[in-house]
């Protein structure tokens, strides 16, 4: 029902870094411009997902397709890491996911209007010069749906793929009451 389409995860190193030292080290893996952004950006391949590096030892996985994936980029990062003497094993504090962006489809056309009123004013924003999509929060579900007139549905800020697909199955039983009444 639901598809995962990006994970963000996020971790922290127990040391601060010298990036400048870090993107020389690691050029090949590593782009570095302090004066266009503070984290250095790790990137394994060209399809690979993004990990940001910040001075702190923070980092940020993004595009990953699953928390596996995610779970091995950063044994691969800490790796690289280790490796170059940069960190040693003891300096991983944590790492976690943070969301997860899915993507759904209700399979039909939608009046983004009459559905803004029909869930509630209270729970959607709905401004279609400005952005256009219906943006919906539900009240039992900790995240975001982004809902569009094709019927395609944008689902961030889950904390994983059962919210997900929860959050969607609430819409979709929403939507077909909407309908019949």
Same mark, same amino acid.
């Given at each position: 029902?639901?598809?995962?389409?990006?994970?963000?995860?996020?971790?922290?190193?127990?040391?601060?870094?010298?990036?400048?030292?870090?993107?020389?080290?690691?050029?090949?893996?590593?782009?570095?411009?302090?004066?266009?952004?503070?984290?250095?950006?790790?990137?394994?391949?060209?399809?690979?997902?993004?990990?940001?590096?910040?001075?702190?030892?923070?980092?940020?996985?993004?595009?990953?397709?699953?928390?596996?994936?995610?779970?091995?980029?950063?044994?691969?990062?800490?790796?690289?890491?280790?490796?170059?003497?940069?960190? $040693? !094993?003891?300096?991983? *504090?944590?790492?976690? +996911?943070?969301?997860?962006?899915?993507?759904? /489809?209700?399979?039909? %056309?939608?009046?983004?209007?009459?559905?803004?009123?029909?869930?509630?004013?209270?729970?959607?924003?709905?401004?279609?010069?400005?952005?256009?999509?219906?943006?919906?929060?539900?009240?039992?579900?900790?995240?975001?749906?982004?809902?569009?007139?094709?019927?395609?549905?944008?689902?961030?800020?889950? $904390? !994983?793929?059962?919210? *997900?697909?929860?959050? +969607?199955?609430?819409?979709?039983?929403?939507? /077909?009451?909407?309908? %019949?009444?």
């Amino acid at each position: 029902m639901v598809q995962v389409v990006n994970v963000v995860a996020s971790g922290a190193l127990d040391v601060e870094l010298d990036l400048e030292t870090v993107a020389r080290e690691l050029d090949d893996v590593v782009d570095y411009d302090p004066e266009k952004y503070p984290g250095a950006y790790f990137r394994f391949g060209d399809d690979e997902p993004l990990i940001t590096l910040y001075r702190t030892g923070k980092y940020i996985i993004t595009g990953a397709s699953s928390e596996a994936e995610a779970g091995s980029l950063r044994d691969k990062f800490l790796t690289l890491l280790n490796r170059h003497g940069i960190v $040693s !094993d003891a300096d991983d *504090a944590w790492f976690t +996911v943070q969301n997860y962006v899915c993507m759904a /489809d209700m399979e039909r %056309s939608l009046n983004l209007s009459a559905l803004a009123i029909g869930l509630g004013l209270e729970v959607t924003e709905y401004e279609p010069e400005q952005f256009p999509g219906l943006v919906y929060r539900p009240h039992d579900h900790a995240c975001v749906l982004l809902v569009f007139a094709s019927g395609k549905v944008v689902i961030t800020g889950a $904390s !994983d793929v059962n919210t *997900a697909g929860d959050a +969607v199955t609430h819409l979709r039983k929403q939507i /077909d009451d909407l309908l %019949s009444g």
